[in-house]
């Protein structure tokens, strides 16, 4: 199971595009809300419905931990007490973290980019100032990936599939979209 997590100001297409492509690919993904309520507000006015609350989601059966970018919802991933130790706890672990557009940034903040291949929104670099950044549209460093922004949300999101279904469900999951 992986949890990817929503706060109002999130970018829907890095969000949904993931849900959606891991789901096709058989991979067992909820979305979670760090709002106090179950619908959460992308930033071009969409609501979405999360499967649970970040307090009721239970993190124990959780292989990765996904955070969707979108300026707003970022500073609110960033700010969230519950998930920064929920990313320390993971990273302690070896587990599987990802991050795309600006969401990086809340990784780097907490330091766990320190000396990692990774990428970010343009405009963002200096963010990543202990990291080594690449123009990359998908980046991958041990249990790290990260990616750039809207434009590389599917490459993102395959990039997931490949990790947690294997290489022949993430090929077929990319045929069926004509990627």
Same mark, same amino acid.
């Given at each position: 199971? !992986?949890?990817?997590?929503?706060?109002?100001?999130?970018?829907?297409?890095?969000?949904?595009?993931?849900?959606?492509?891991?789901?096709?690919?058989?991979?067992? !993904?909820?979305?979670?809300?760090?709002?106090?309520?179950?619908?959460?507000?992308?930033?071009?006015?969409?609501?979405?419905?999360? /499967? +649970?609350?970040?307090?009721?989601?239970?993190?124990?059966? &959780?292989?990765?931990?996904?955070?969707?970018?979108?300026?707003?919802?970022?500073?609110?991933? *960033?700010?969230?007490?519950?998930?920064? $130790?929920? *990313?320390?706890?993971?990273?302690?672990?070896?587990?599987?973290?990802?991050? =795309? &557009?600006?969401?990086?940034?809340?990784?780097?903040?907490?330091?766990?980019? /320190?000396?990692?291949?990774?990428? !970010?929104? /343009?405009?963002?670099?200096?963010?990543?100032?202990?990291?080594?950044?690449?123009?990359?549209?998908?980046?991958?460093?041990?249990?790290? =990936?990260?990616?750039?922004?809207?434009?590389?949300?599917?490459?993102?999101?395959?990039?997931?599939?490949?990790?947690?279904?294997? $290489?022949? +469900? +993430?090929?077929? !999951?990319?045929?069926?979209?004509?990627?």
């Amino acid at each position: 199971m !992986v949890y990817v997590h929503l706060a109002d100001g999130f970018e829907e297409i890095e969000a949904l595009t993931v849900v959606d492509v891991l789901r096709r690919a058989g991979v067992n !993904v909820r979305t979670v809300s760090i709002m106090k309520d179950l619908t959460v507000t992308g930033a071009h006015g969409v609501p979405v419905v999360a /499967d +649970a609350l970040f307090e009721d989601a239970g993190y124990e059966p &959780c292989e990765m931990l996904i955070l969707p970018g979108g300026g707003p919802g970022t500073k609110r991933l *960033l700010e969230h007490e519950g998930l920064k $130790k929920a *990313l320390l706890d993971f990273a302690a672990a070896g587990k599987w973290i990802a991050a =795309i &557009c600006a969401a990086p940034m809340v990784l780097a903040r907490n330091g766990l980019l /320190d000396g990692r291949n990774a990428t !970010v929104y /343009d405009g963002m670099e200096g963010e990543l100032a202990k990291a080594r950044y690449t123009k990359e549209p998908v980046v991958r460093d041990g249990n790290f =990936i990260t990616s750039r922004g809207p434009g590389t949300a599917i490459p993102f999101a395959l990039a997931l599939a490949e990790i947690l279904a294997g $290489k022949e +469900a +993430a090929d077929k !999951v990319k045929g069926d979209l004509l990627c």
